[in-house]
């Protein structure tokens, strides 16, 4: 049975098998449970009823769910955004959605568009001279080429080509460019015209020439090679170029997108201006291909031959599930940027550098909790900077990890730059002794010991000591509920409709018929003489009494306390509380999730304790303002000091 009691015995599956059916990121699936689109079956770990995860894709592919077909039809979209974090020039941004324009109007193909855009941006670099009144598909009209090595990469190119059919809209992105003013032009064109189906498909973004030169002047770098295994059109590999004087030979591409390797090749050959060999940049998939150490692999040699490693790993789920097995003992995930950190560990030397931009759940989500106990046993961790959302059309915030290939001694203390700029320091020591090895980055030592000396009072928790349930999930709410109540119905609480100790007035209403709905609880634990009731999404932790045997939707979840020696009352009392509302700020995601709760330090108290509590929370029900009253008695329980408390109300907002 689920966490929840449900009356439902059928098969569960984990979240990473879910975002596989449906066909999205694990994160939209989680951002769909915070919906109420989809119930789990448990918290912890996450898991879904198969038969829930079916019956939502159906509806998925039927188009009933309009709003979530948008999203999971994603990999398929055609829709295009230029990502203008991406140009350094504005000046380019016009041109660029001028050719887009004419890349949607005559439907021309994404390899050829590509391929005459380079043509035009090498004639403009004087690399190569375009015959007098010829047309662009003849290849054997540029001539005058400077060097062999672009004539190469153009040639094998254009022998990808079948017999192209004269299309005026060719000529005219040809037309469109007058000058070259982009270190990576032909990566804005090519951001700009794959659509986001593509781009979600494959997890790629490209990152912001100020996030990637950022991490490369800050580097500390003072060896020789570099590599980035996720190259894309080389944003990396030009800075590498540019800000750490690397020779061209020095420097390390891979990619899977054959026209991605093709342009990052002709990037690094402009970047050098008297090189005229082929980079060193193939077209492969890094985890399954490049130095495997199987026998026959031309790549071994790069096994900890690297210096310094810097990417935007893929995000999102790794399509060939066969890779984990190589990677079970660093990952529980089959996250991409989970599986390219471990390989990238083991393609670096000793002591090498490595800088990721990756999503900010790496940090204290569960599901990356290996990974993240990986990176604590191999690699001594630099830095962690906090970027907020960098990339065109992604609400994923994201940071930047900085390592160093090696174990971190005791001292070890890792500098956490805050997304306003603000830098302190935290001991890597203190990640390694979190639960699920958290890099919990929000918190600095001070409040890291005022969290200790909460936890040091002698106390209980809700694990073991407790019933939980969640609301109704009726599967069409349109149908089953109402504004206003008729013959029969009853209430039923919304996430919306709880407050701090109460709940509001009900705005719902419902025919309580347990078999119509989806997924419903036991009819005792919403019939329970006394329960919580608290928001499943919030910043906050908002708990409500119910003593009026109440329903709950699914946004509103249930708890019936059982700590020995304390009434629910009590619990509330300390559920409301500055001192976890503190706990849950610096320490939960913003979903109130069982496991979290579960670690919350009830103190143990004297019945004369328990007594004042109860009084002081009756009368707050009754309507009477008792809450500074009893924030300070449930401070004393805790045995806080003055700076402690004086720590919690500033950073609760001076309540």
């Known amino acids: 049975m689920s966490e929840y009691n449900l009356q439902r015995t059928m098969k569960s599956i984990p979240l990473s098998n879910v975002a596989s059916m449906i066909g999205v990121s694990s994160a939209t699936v ?33 188009g009933s769910l309009g709003r979530l077909r948008t999203r999971a039809n994603k990999a398929s979209s ?14 380019s941004l016009p041109v660029i959605d001028a050719v887009v324009d004419t890349f949607k109007r005559e439907r021309l193909d994404l390899g050829r568009t590509m391929f005459f855009a380079a043509l035009r941006l090498l004639v403009l670099r004087g690399e190569v001279v375009r015959g007098p009144g010829s047309r662009i598909e003849d290849f054997e009209s540029f001539h005058s080429w400077k060097r062999e090595a672009i004539k190469a990469e153009l040639a094998q190119w254009n022998a990808t080509f079948g017999a192209v059919v004269h299309n005026r809209g060719y000529e005219s992105v040809y037309s469109s460019f007058s000058s070259y003013d982009e270190d990576d032009l032909l990566g804005l064109l090519y951001q700009s015209l794959c659509n986001e189906g593509r781009k979600s498909d494959r997890g790629s973004y490209y990152t912001p020439s100020s996030v990637v030169d950022d991490a490369l002047r800050r580097s500390g770098f003072t060896g020789t090679s570099f590599l980035d295994p996720c190259c894309g059109t080389g944003s990396y590999l030009l800075s590498a170029a540019k800000i750490l004087n690397l020779r061209p030979e020095d420097i390390y591409g891979v990619d899977s997108d054959e026209i991605a390797a093709r342009i990052a090749r002709l990037n690094l050959l402009l970047a050098f201006p008297s090189h005229n060999a082929k980079p060193q940049i193939r077209c492969a998939n890094t985890l399954t291909e490049l130095a495997t150490g199987e026998i026959f692999c031309d790549s071994n040699d790069l096994i900890g031959y690297f210096d310094f490693i810097a990417t935007n790993p893929p995000w ?13 003992l660093g990952s529980n995930s089959n996250e991409a940027f989970s599986l390219f950190l471990i390989k990238s560990l083991t393609l670096l030397k000793e002591g090498g550098l490595l800088s990721f931009v990756l999503p900010q759940s790496i940090l204290r989500i569960k599901t990356h909790s290996q990974i993240r106990k990986h990176v604590l046993t191999n690699a001594k961790i630099v830095r962690i900077s906090q970027l907020g959302r960098v990339f065109t059309g992604v609400f994923t915030t994201a940071i930047r990890l900085d390592l160093i290939k090696g174990k971190a001694t005791p001292e070890w203390r890792v500098a956490v730059d805050d997304s306003k700029g603000a830098t302190s320091e935290i001991e890597q020591l203190r990640f390694a002794s979190n639960v699920n090895y958290d890099f919990d980055v929000e918190v600095n030592e001070d409040e890291d010991q005022v969290l200790k000396n909460i936890y040091a009072v002698d106390h209980i928790t809700l694990a073991g000591n407790a019933t939980w349930a969640l609301g109704v999930v009726t599967g069409d709410n349109k149908k089953y509920l109402f504004d206003t109540a008729q013959p029969g119905m009853e209430p039923i609480f919304r996430g919306s409709d709880v ?44 708990f409500a009494y119910d003593n009026k045997r109440s329903l709950t939707l699914n946004s509103a979840n249930i708890l019936i306390p059982a700590l020995p020696g304390m009434s629910t009352k009590v619990a509330l009392a300390f ?22 709760l579960e670690k919350l330090p009830f103190p143990k108290v004297s019945q004369h304790e328990c007594t004042q509590i109860e009084t002081l929370v009756n009368a707050i029900l009754a309507g009477i303002d008792e809450s500074a009253r009893l924030q300070e008695l449930l401070f004393q329980i805790f045995q806080l000091s003055a700076s402690d408390i004086k720590l919690i109300r500033t950073t609760m907002g001076g309540r």
């Not at 989809?38 to 159906?58: G, H, K, N, S, Y």
């Not at 055609?78 to 504005?90: L, T, V, W």
């Open 78 to 91: 055609d829709s295009r955004a230029i990502p203008k974090e991406y140009s350094k020039q504005s000046e």
């Open 316 to 328: 999102g789920a790794f399509k060939n599930s066969t890779t984990l097995t190589a990677y079970e």
């Open 30 to 62: 989680r951002n769909w449970v915070r919906a109420g689109y989809l119930t789990p079956a448990a918290q912890v770990p996450l898991c879904f009823f198969e038969e829930d995860a079916i019956r939502l894709r159906t509806k998925i592919v039927s």
């Open 575 to 596: 559920l409301n509380s500055l001192v976890f509302q503190y706990i849950y700020k610096k320490c939960a995601t913003h979903k109130v999730l069982r496991g979290d």
């Open 499 to 542: 407050s701090p100790f109460e709940l509001q007035n009900p705005q719902t209403f419902i025919h309580f018929i347990p078999s119509l709905f989806q997924q419903v609880a036991k009819e005792a634990i919403y019939r329970a003489p006394e329960k919580l009731i608290y928001k499943f999404i919030s910043s906050s932790l908002v």
